[in-house]
Every structure is written in C-alpha cells, then in structure tokens.
C-alpha cells in the first residue's frame, strides 16, 4: 500500500486511533463475557446479567472496530501519513508494528465473528490473538514514551494534535 506522505495526522484520524484504542481496551478487559455467555449457552444455562451485557459489548465493539479499522486503511491512504521520525531499524520496527496492529484489527473481529457463528478452530484462532495483541500494544505504547521522553522528536504529539490544514 503506497501511501502518501504528509505533515500529521488530520483530526477525523486522531479521533479514529483513540476511538479504535479505546474500544481494544474494552475488549481485552470485558471480552472474557462472551466466552461465559457461550459457554453458559452450551451447558444449557443462563449467563450473569453482567455477562450477558459485556458479551452483547463485546460482539458490537468487535464489528465497530472492524468498521473503524476499515476507515482508518481508507483514510491513510485519501489523506495520507507522517513519515517516520526516525530512519534505519525504528523506521522499519514502526512500519512492521502497524502494519501487525492492522493485519489483528481486522482478522480478530473476523474471527471473532466466525467464532460465534461457526465455533472452533476460529474461537481459537480469535483467542490467540489475544496476548500477541496485549504485547504489541504494550510494545506501542512504550515506543511512543520514548520518542516522547527519551528522544523528544514529537512522534506523540502527531497522535494528539492535528495537522493544519
């Protein structure tokens, strides 16, 4: 994917990652509520109240992610990116970082989906998910801290401050 590249984010951008942010944390903290409800659905019993909401969440959040991360490709591509601030390995590490956020982005709600529908392997496949994605966020997270504290080259702010038109 050739994408163009530009000053910053624009805000409709920033919005999105912090939306798709958010609604990840959601999932990995509720998710476990759609496994109960399931599991209950299968033992011939009634999940909690709690987990019958959060599951109900976590199916909806799951399909508005897969939606955001598909306006998010589209938009990277219409409006284009900020380059690297960097060159060599972190350039290549930030590239390869984003483009496994996308790949899971978009193939945990797909499994996710088939896994209800369908059942297992995709369950499995939708579990495995999991723990890569909690590493990379993780990984994420404190690549932007050191860019922010340790390099102070501004890469964070692109995430809060939108570029000028």
């Given at each position: 994917m050739s994408v163009r590249s530009v000053s910053g984010y624009t805000g409709f951008?920033?919005?999105l990652h912090w939306l798709i942010a958010a609604l990840v944390v959601l999932q990995l903290i509720f998710g476990e509520s759609i496994a109960?409800?399931?599991e209950a659905a299968e033992n011939g019993t009634t999940a909690s109240a709690f987990d019958q909401f959060f599951g109900g969440v976590h199916y909806w959040a799951g399909i508005a992610i897969l939606a955001f991360v598909a306006a998010r490709v589209w938009l990277r591509v219409i409006a284009g990116a900020p380059p690297a601030p960097q060159a060599?390995?972190?350039a290549t590490a930030a590239k390869l970082s984003h483009a496994v956020f996308y790949v899971l982005l978009i193939l945990?709600?797909?499994t996710g989906f088939l896994a209800f529908y369908v059942g297992d392997?995709?369950?499995e496949l939708h579990e495995l998910g999991k723990p890569i994605?909690?590493?990379l966020i993780a990984v994420h997270v404190g690549a932007s801290l050191y860019h922010?504290?340790?390099?102070?080259d501004g890469t964070l702010r692109r995430m809060f401050v939108p570029r000028s038109q």
């Open positions: 951008q920033i919005g109960e409800q399931i060599g390995w972190m945990m709600p797909i392997p995709f369950g994605l909690i590493i922010q504290f340790w390099l102070k």
